[in-house]
């Protein structure tokens, strides 16, 4: 079982509707959480941190659930310009501060 | 300020060369990762420097590939005896202290071994 795992999608969304999708870990004594963005042959840029009581960031919100393990990403009143992968990082405690990365969930944001 | 810079942007090699690949961290920025991408999947991690010493390089595939951050500023990745399959895309990143600080990519270095 990967460490991180995701998604891949891709997601099809209507423009204007709610997107969300979940990043599962499997190490119990994680640490940090967030989510990065990633444009179609461009670098991954921090979308957000994920914090445990959850937390919101425009029409952008992310949860933590430590209890069943994932993270998720849910995306309000989709733009165009969401279309991206996103993936998800993990830093795991005990790895020190190694950030693994899930493999990416696709989304498609059309008119 | 001046982003992670990564040299070359790309590298073509023949199978079983060899290859540096360059990464120019932040600066002041004291950890510093190395991760390669492939097509439709997500960064693989190599491996990760705090300050001039490997943290951690678990992620390494196998003794081909070797990398060094001498002076705690740019390191290189090495690649010995390329085979085709070393074909990816390498990403560099720094962030300042490592751990929970957000990272910040170059623009990584596209390398495909023939």
């Known amino acids: 079982r990967k460490e991180v795992e995701q998604d891949p999608g891709p997601f099809n969304v209507p423009e204007g509707a709610t997107v969300a999708f979940n990043c599962t870990y499997s190490n119990s004594a994680s640490q940090s959480f967030f989510w990065y963005r990633q444009d179609c042959r461009k670098e991954p840029k921090l979308l957000m941190s994920v914090y445990s009581s959850g937390n919101e960031d425009g029409r952008f919100t992310a949860q933590l659930n430590r209890a069943s393990q994932y993270i998720s990403l849910l995306i309000r009143d989709s733009k165009l310009s969401d279309s991206a992968t996103y993936l998800c990082v993990v830093n795991f405690k005990a790895a020190g501060n190694k950030l693994t990365f899930g493999g990416g969930t696709r989304v498609l944001v059309k008119p | 300020g001046a982003g992670v810079s990564q040299t070359p942007s790309n590298k073509v090699t023949e199978k079983g060369k060899y290859v540096e690949l360059r990464c120019d961290p932040i600066?002041?920025?004291?950890?510093l990762y190395w991760y390669r991408q492939s097509l439709g999947q997500g960064p693989e991690f190599l491996i990760y420097f705090q300050g001039t010493g490997a943290a951690d390089d678990s992620g390494l595939p196998n003794d081909r590939f070797f990398a060094v951050r001498p002076e705690g500023s740019v390191s290189t990745l090495k690649i010995q005896r390329t085979e085709r399959g070393d074909s990816a895309v390498y990403l560099c990143?720094?962030?300042?202290?490592?751990?929970?600080?957000?990272?910040?990519f170059g623009n990584g270095t596209r390398l495909t071994v023939t």
């Open positions: 990143a720094s962030s300042p202290t490592g751990g929970s600080s957000p990272l910040h």
């Open positions: 600066s002041g920025h004291t950890a």
